[in-house]
């Protein structure tokens, strides 16, 4: 597979969700800066969202079948300048990026596919 698709080699940052498939989020980890091969990023992420996301006990074996396992790849995260509410939607394409909130030593990153889930702005936000 990584000789039909070299690009897997190159340094990037993915996250590795799983859900249930009843729509249930099951785990979530993942890289916000590419600093290992792709698919090494990947096969990480995946291990460490089923057995180490401290919000979930590990996943079992019993529950394997009943998962779904979904990768993003993330582009380089670039500050985002802004000077008012409108001014920020006006940048922000609903449906299509993902935000990386900081204040201080908090951080929370959300993902493309939550505005799935919170399908405004003012929502996402």
Avoid at 10 to 30: M, S, Y
Wanted: proline share 4%; charged share 25%; glycine share 6%.
């Amino acid at each position: 597979m990584i000789e039909q698709n070299p690009w897997l080699q190159e340094k990037g940052a993915a996250f590795v969700t799983l859900n249930t498939k009843e729509g249930a989020l099951r785990g979530c980890i993942g890289s916000l800066v590419a600093h290992r091969k792709l698919y090494e990023d990947v096969i990480k992420n995946a291990q460490n969202a089923a057995l180490h996301d401290p919000r979930f006990v590990a996943l079992s074996k019993d529950e394997l079948d009943n998962v779904k396992v979904e990768v993003s790849l993330l582009t380089p995260v670039k500050p985002l300048e802004y000077s008012s509410i409108d001014d920020l939607k006006s940048k922000i394409h609903v449906g299509k990026d993902g935000v990386v909130l900081k204040q201080g030593q908090y951080q929370a990153t959300f993902l493309p596919q939550v505005w799935e889930q919170l399908l405004s702005f003012e929502l996402f936000f």
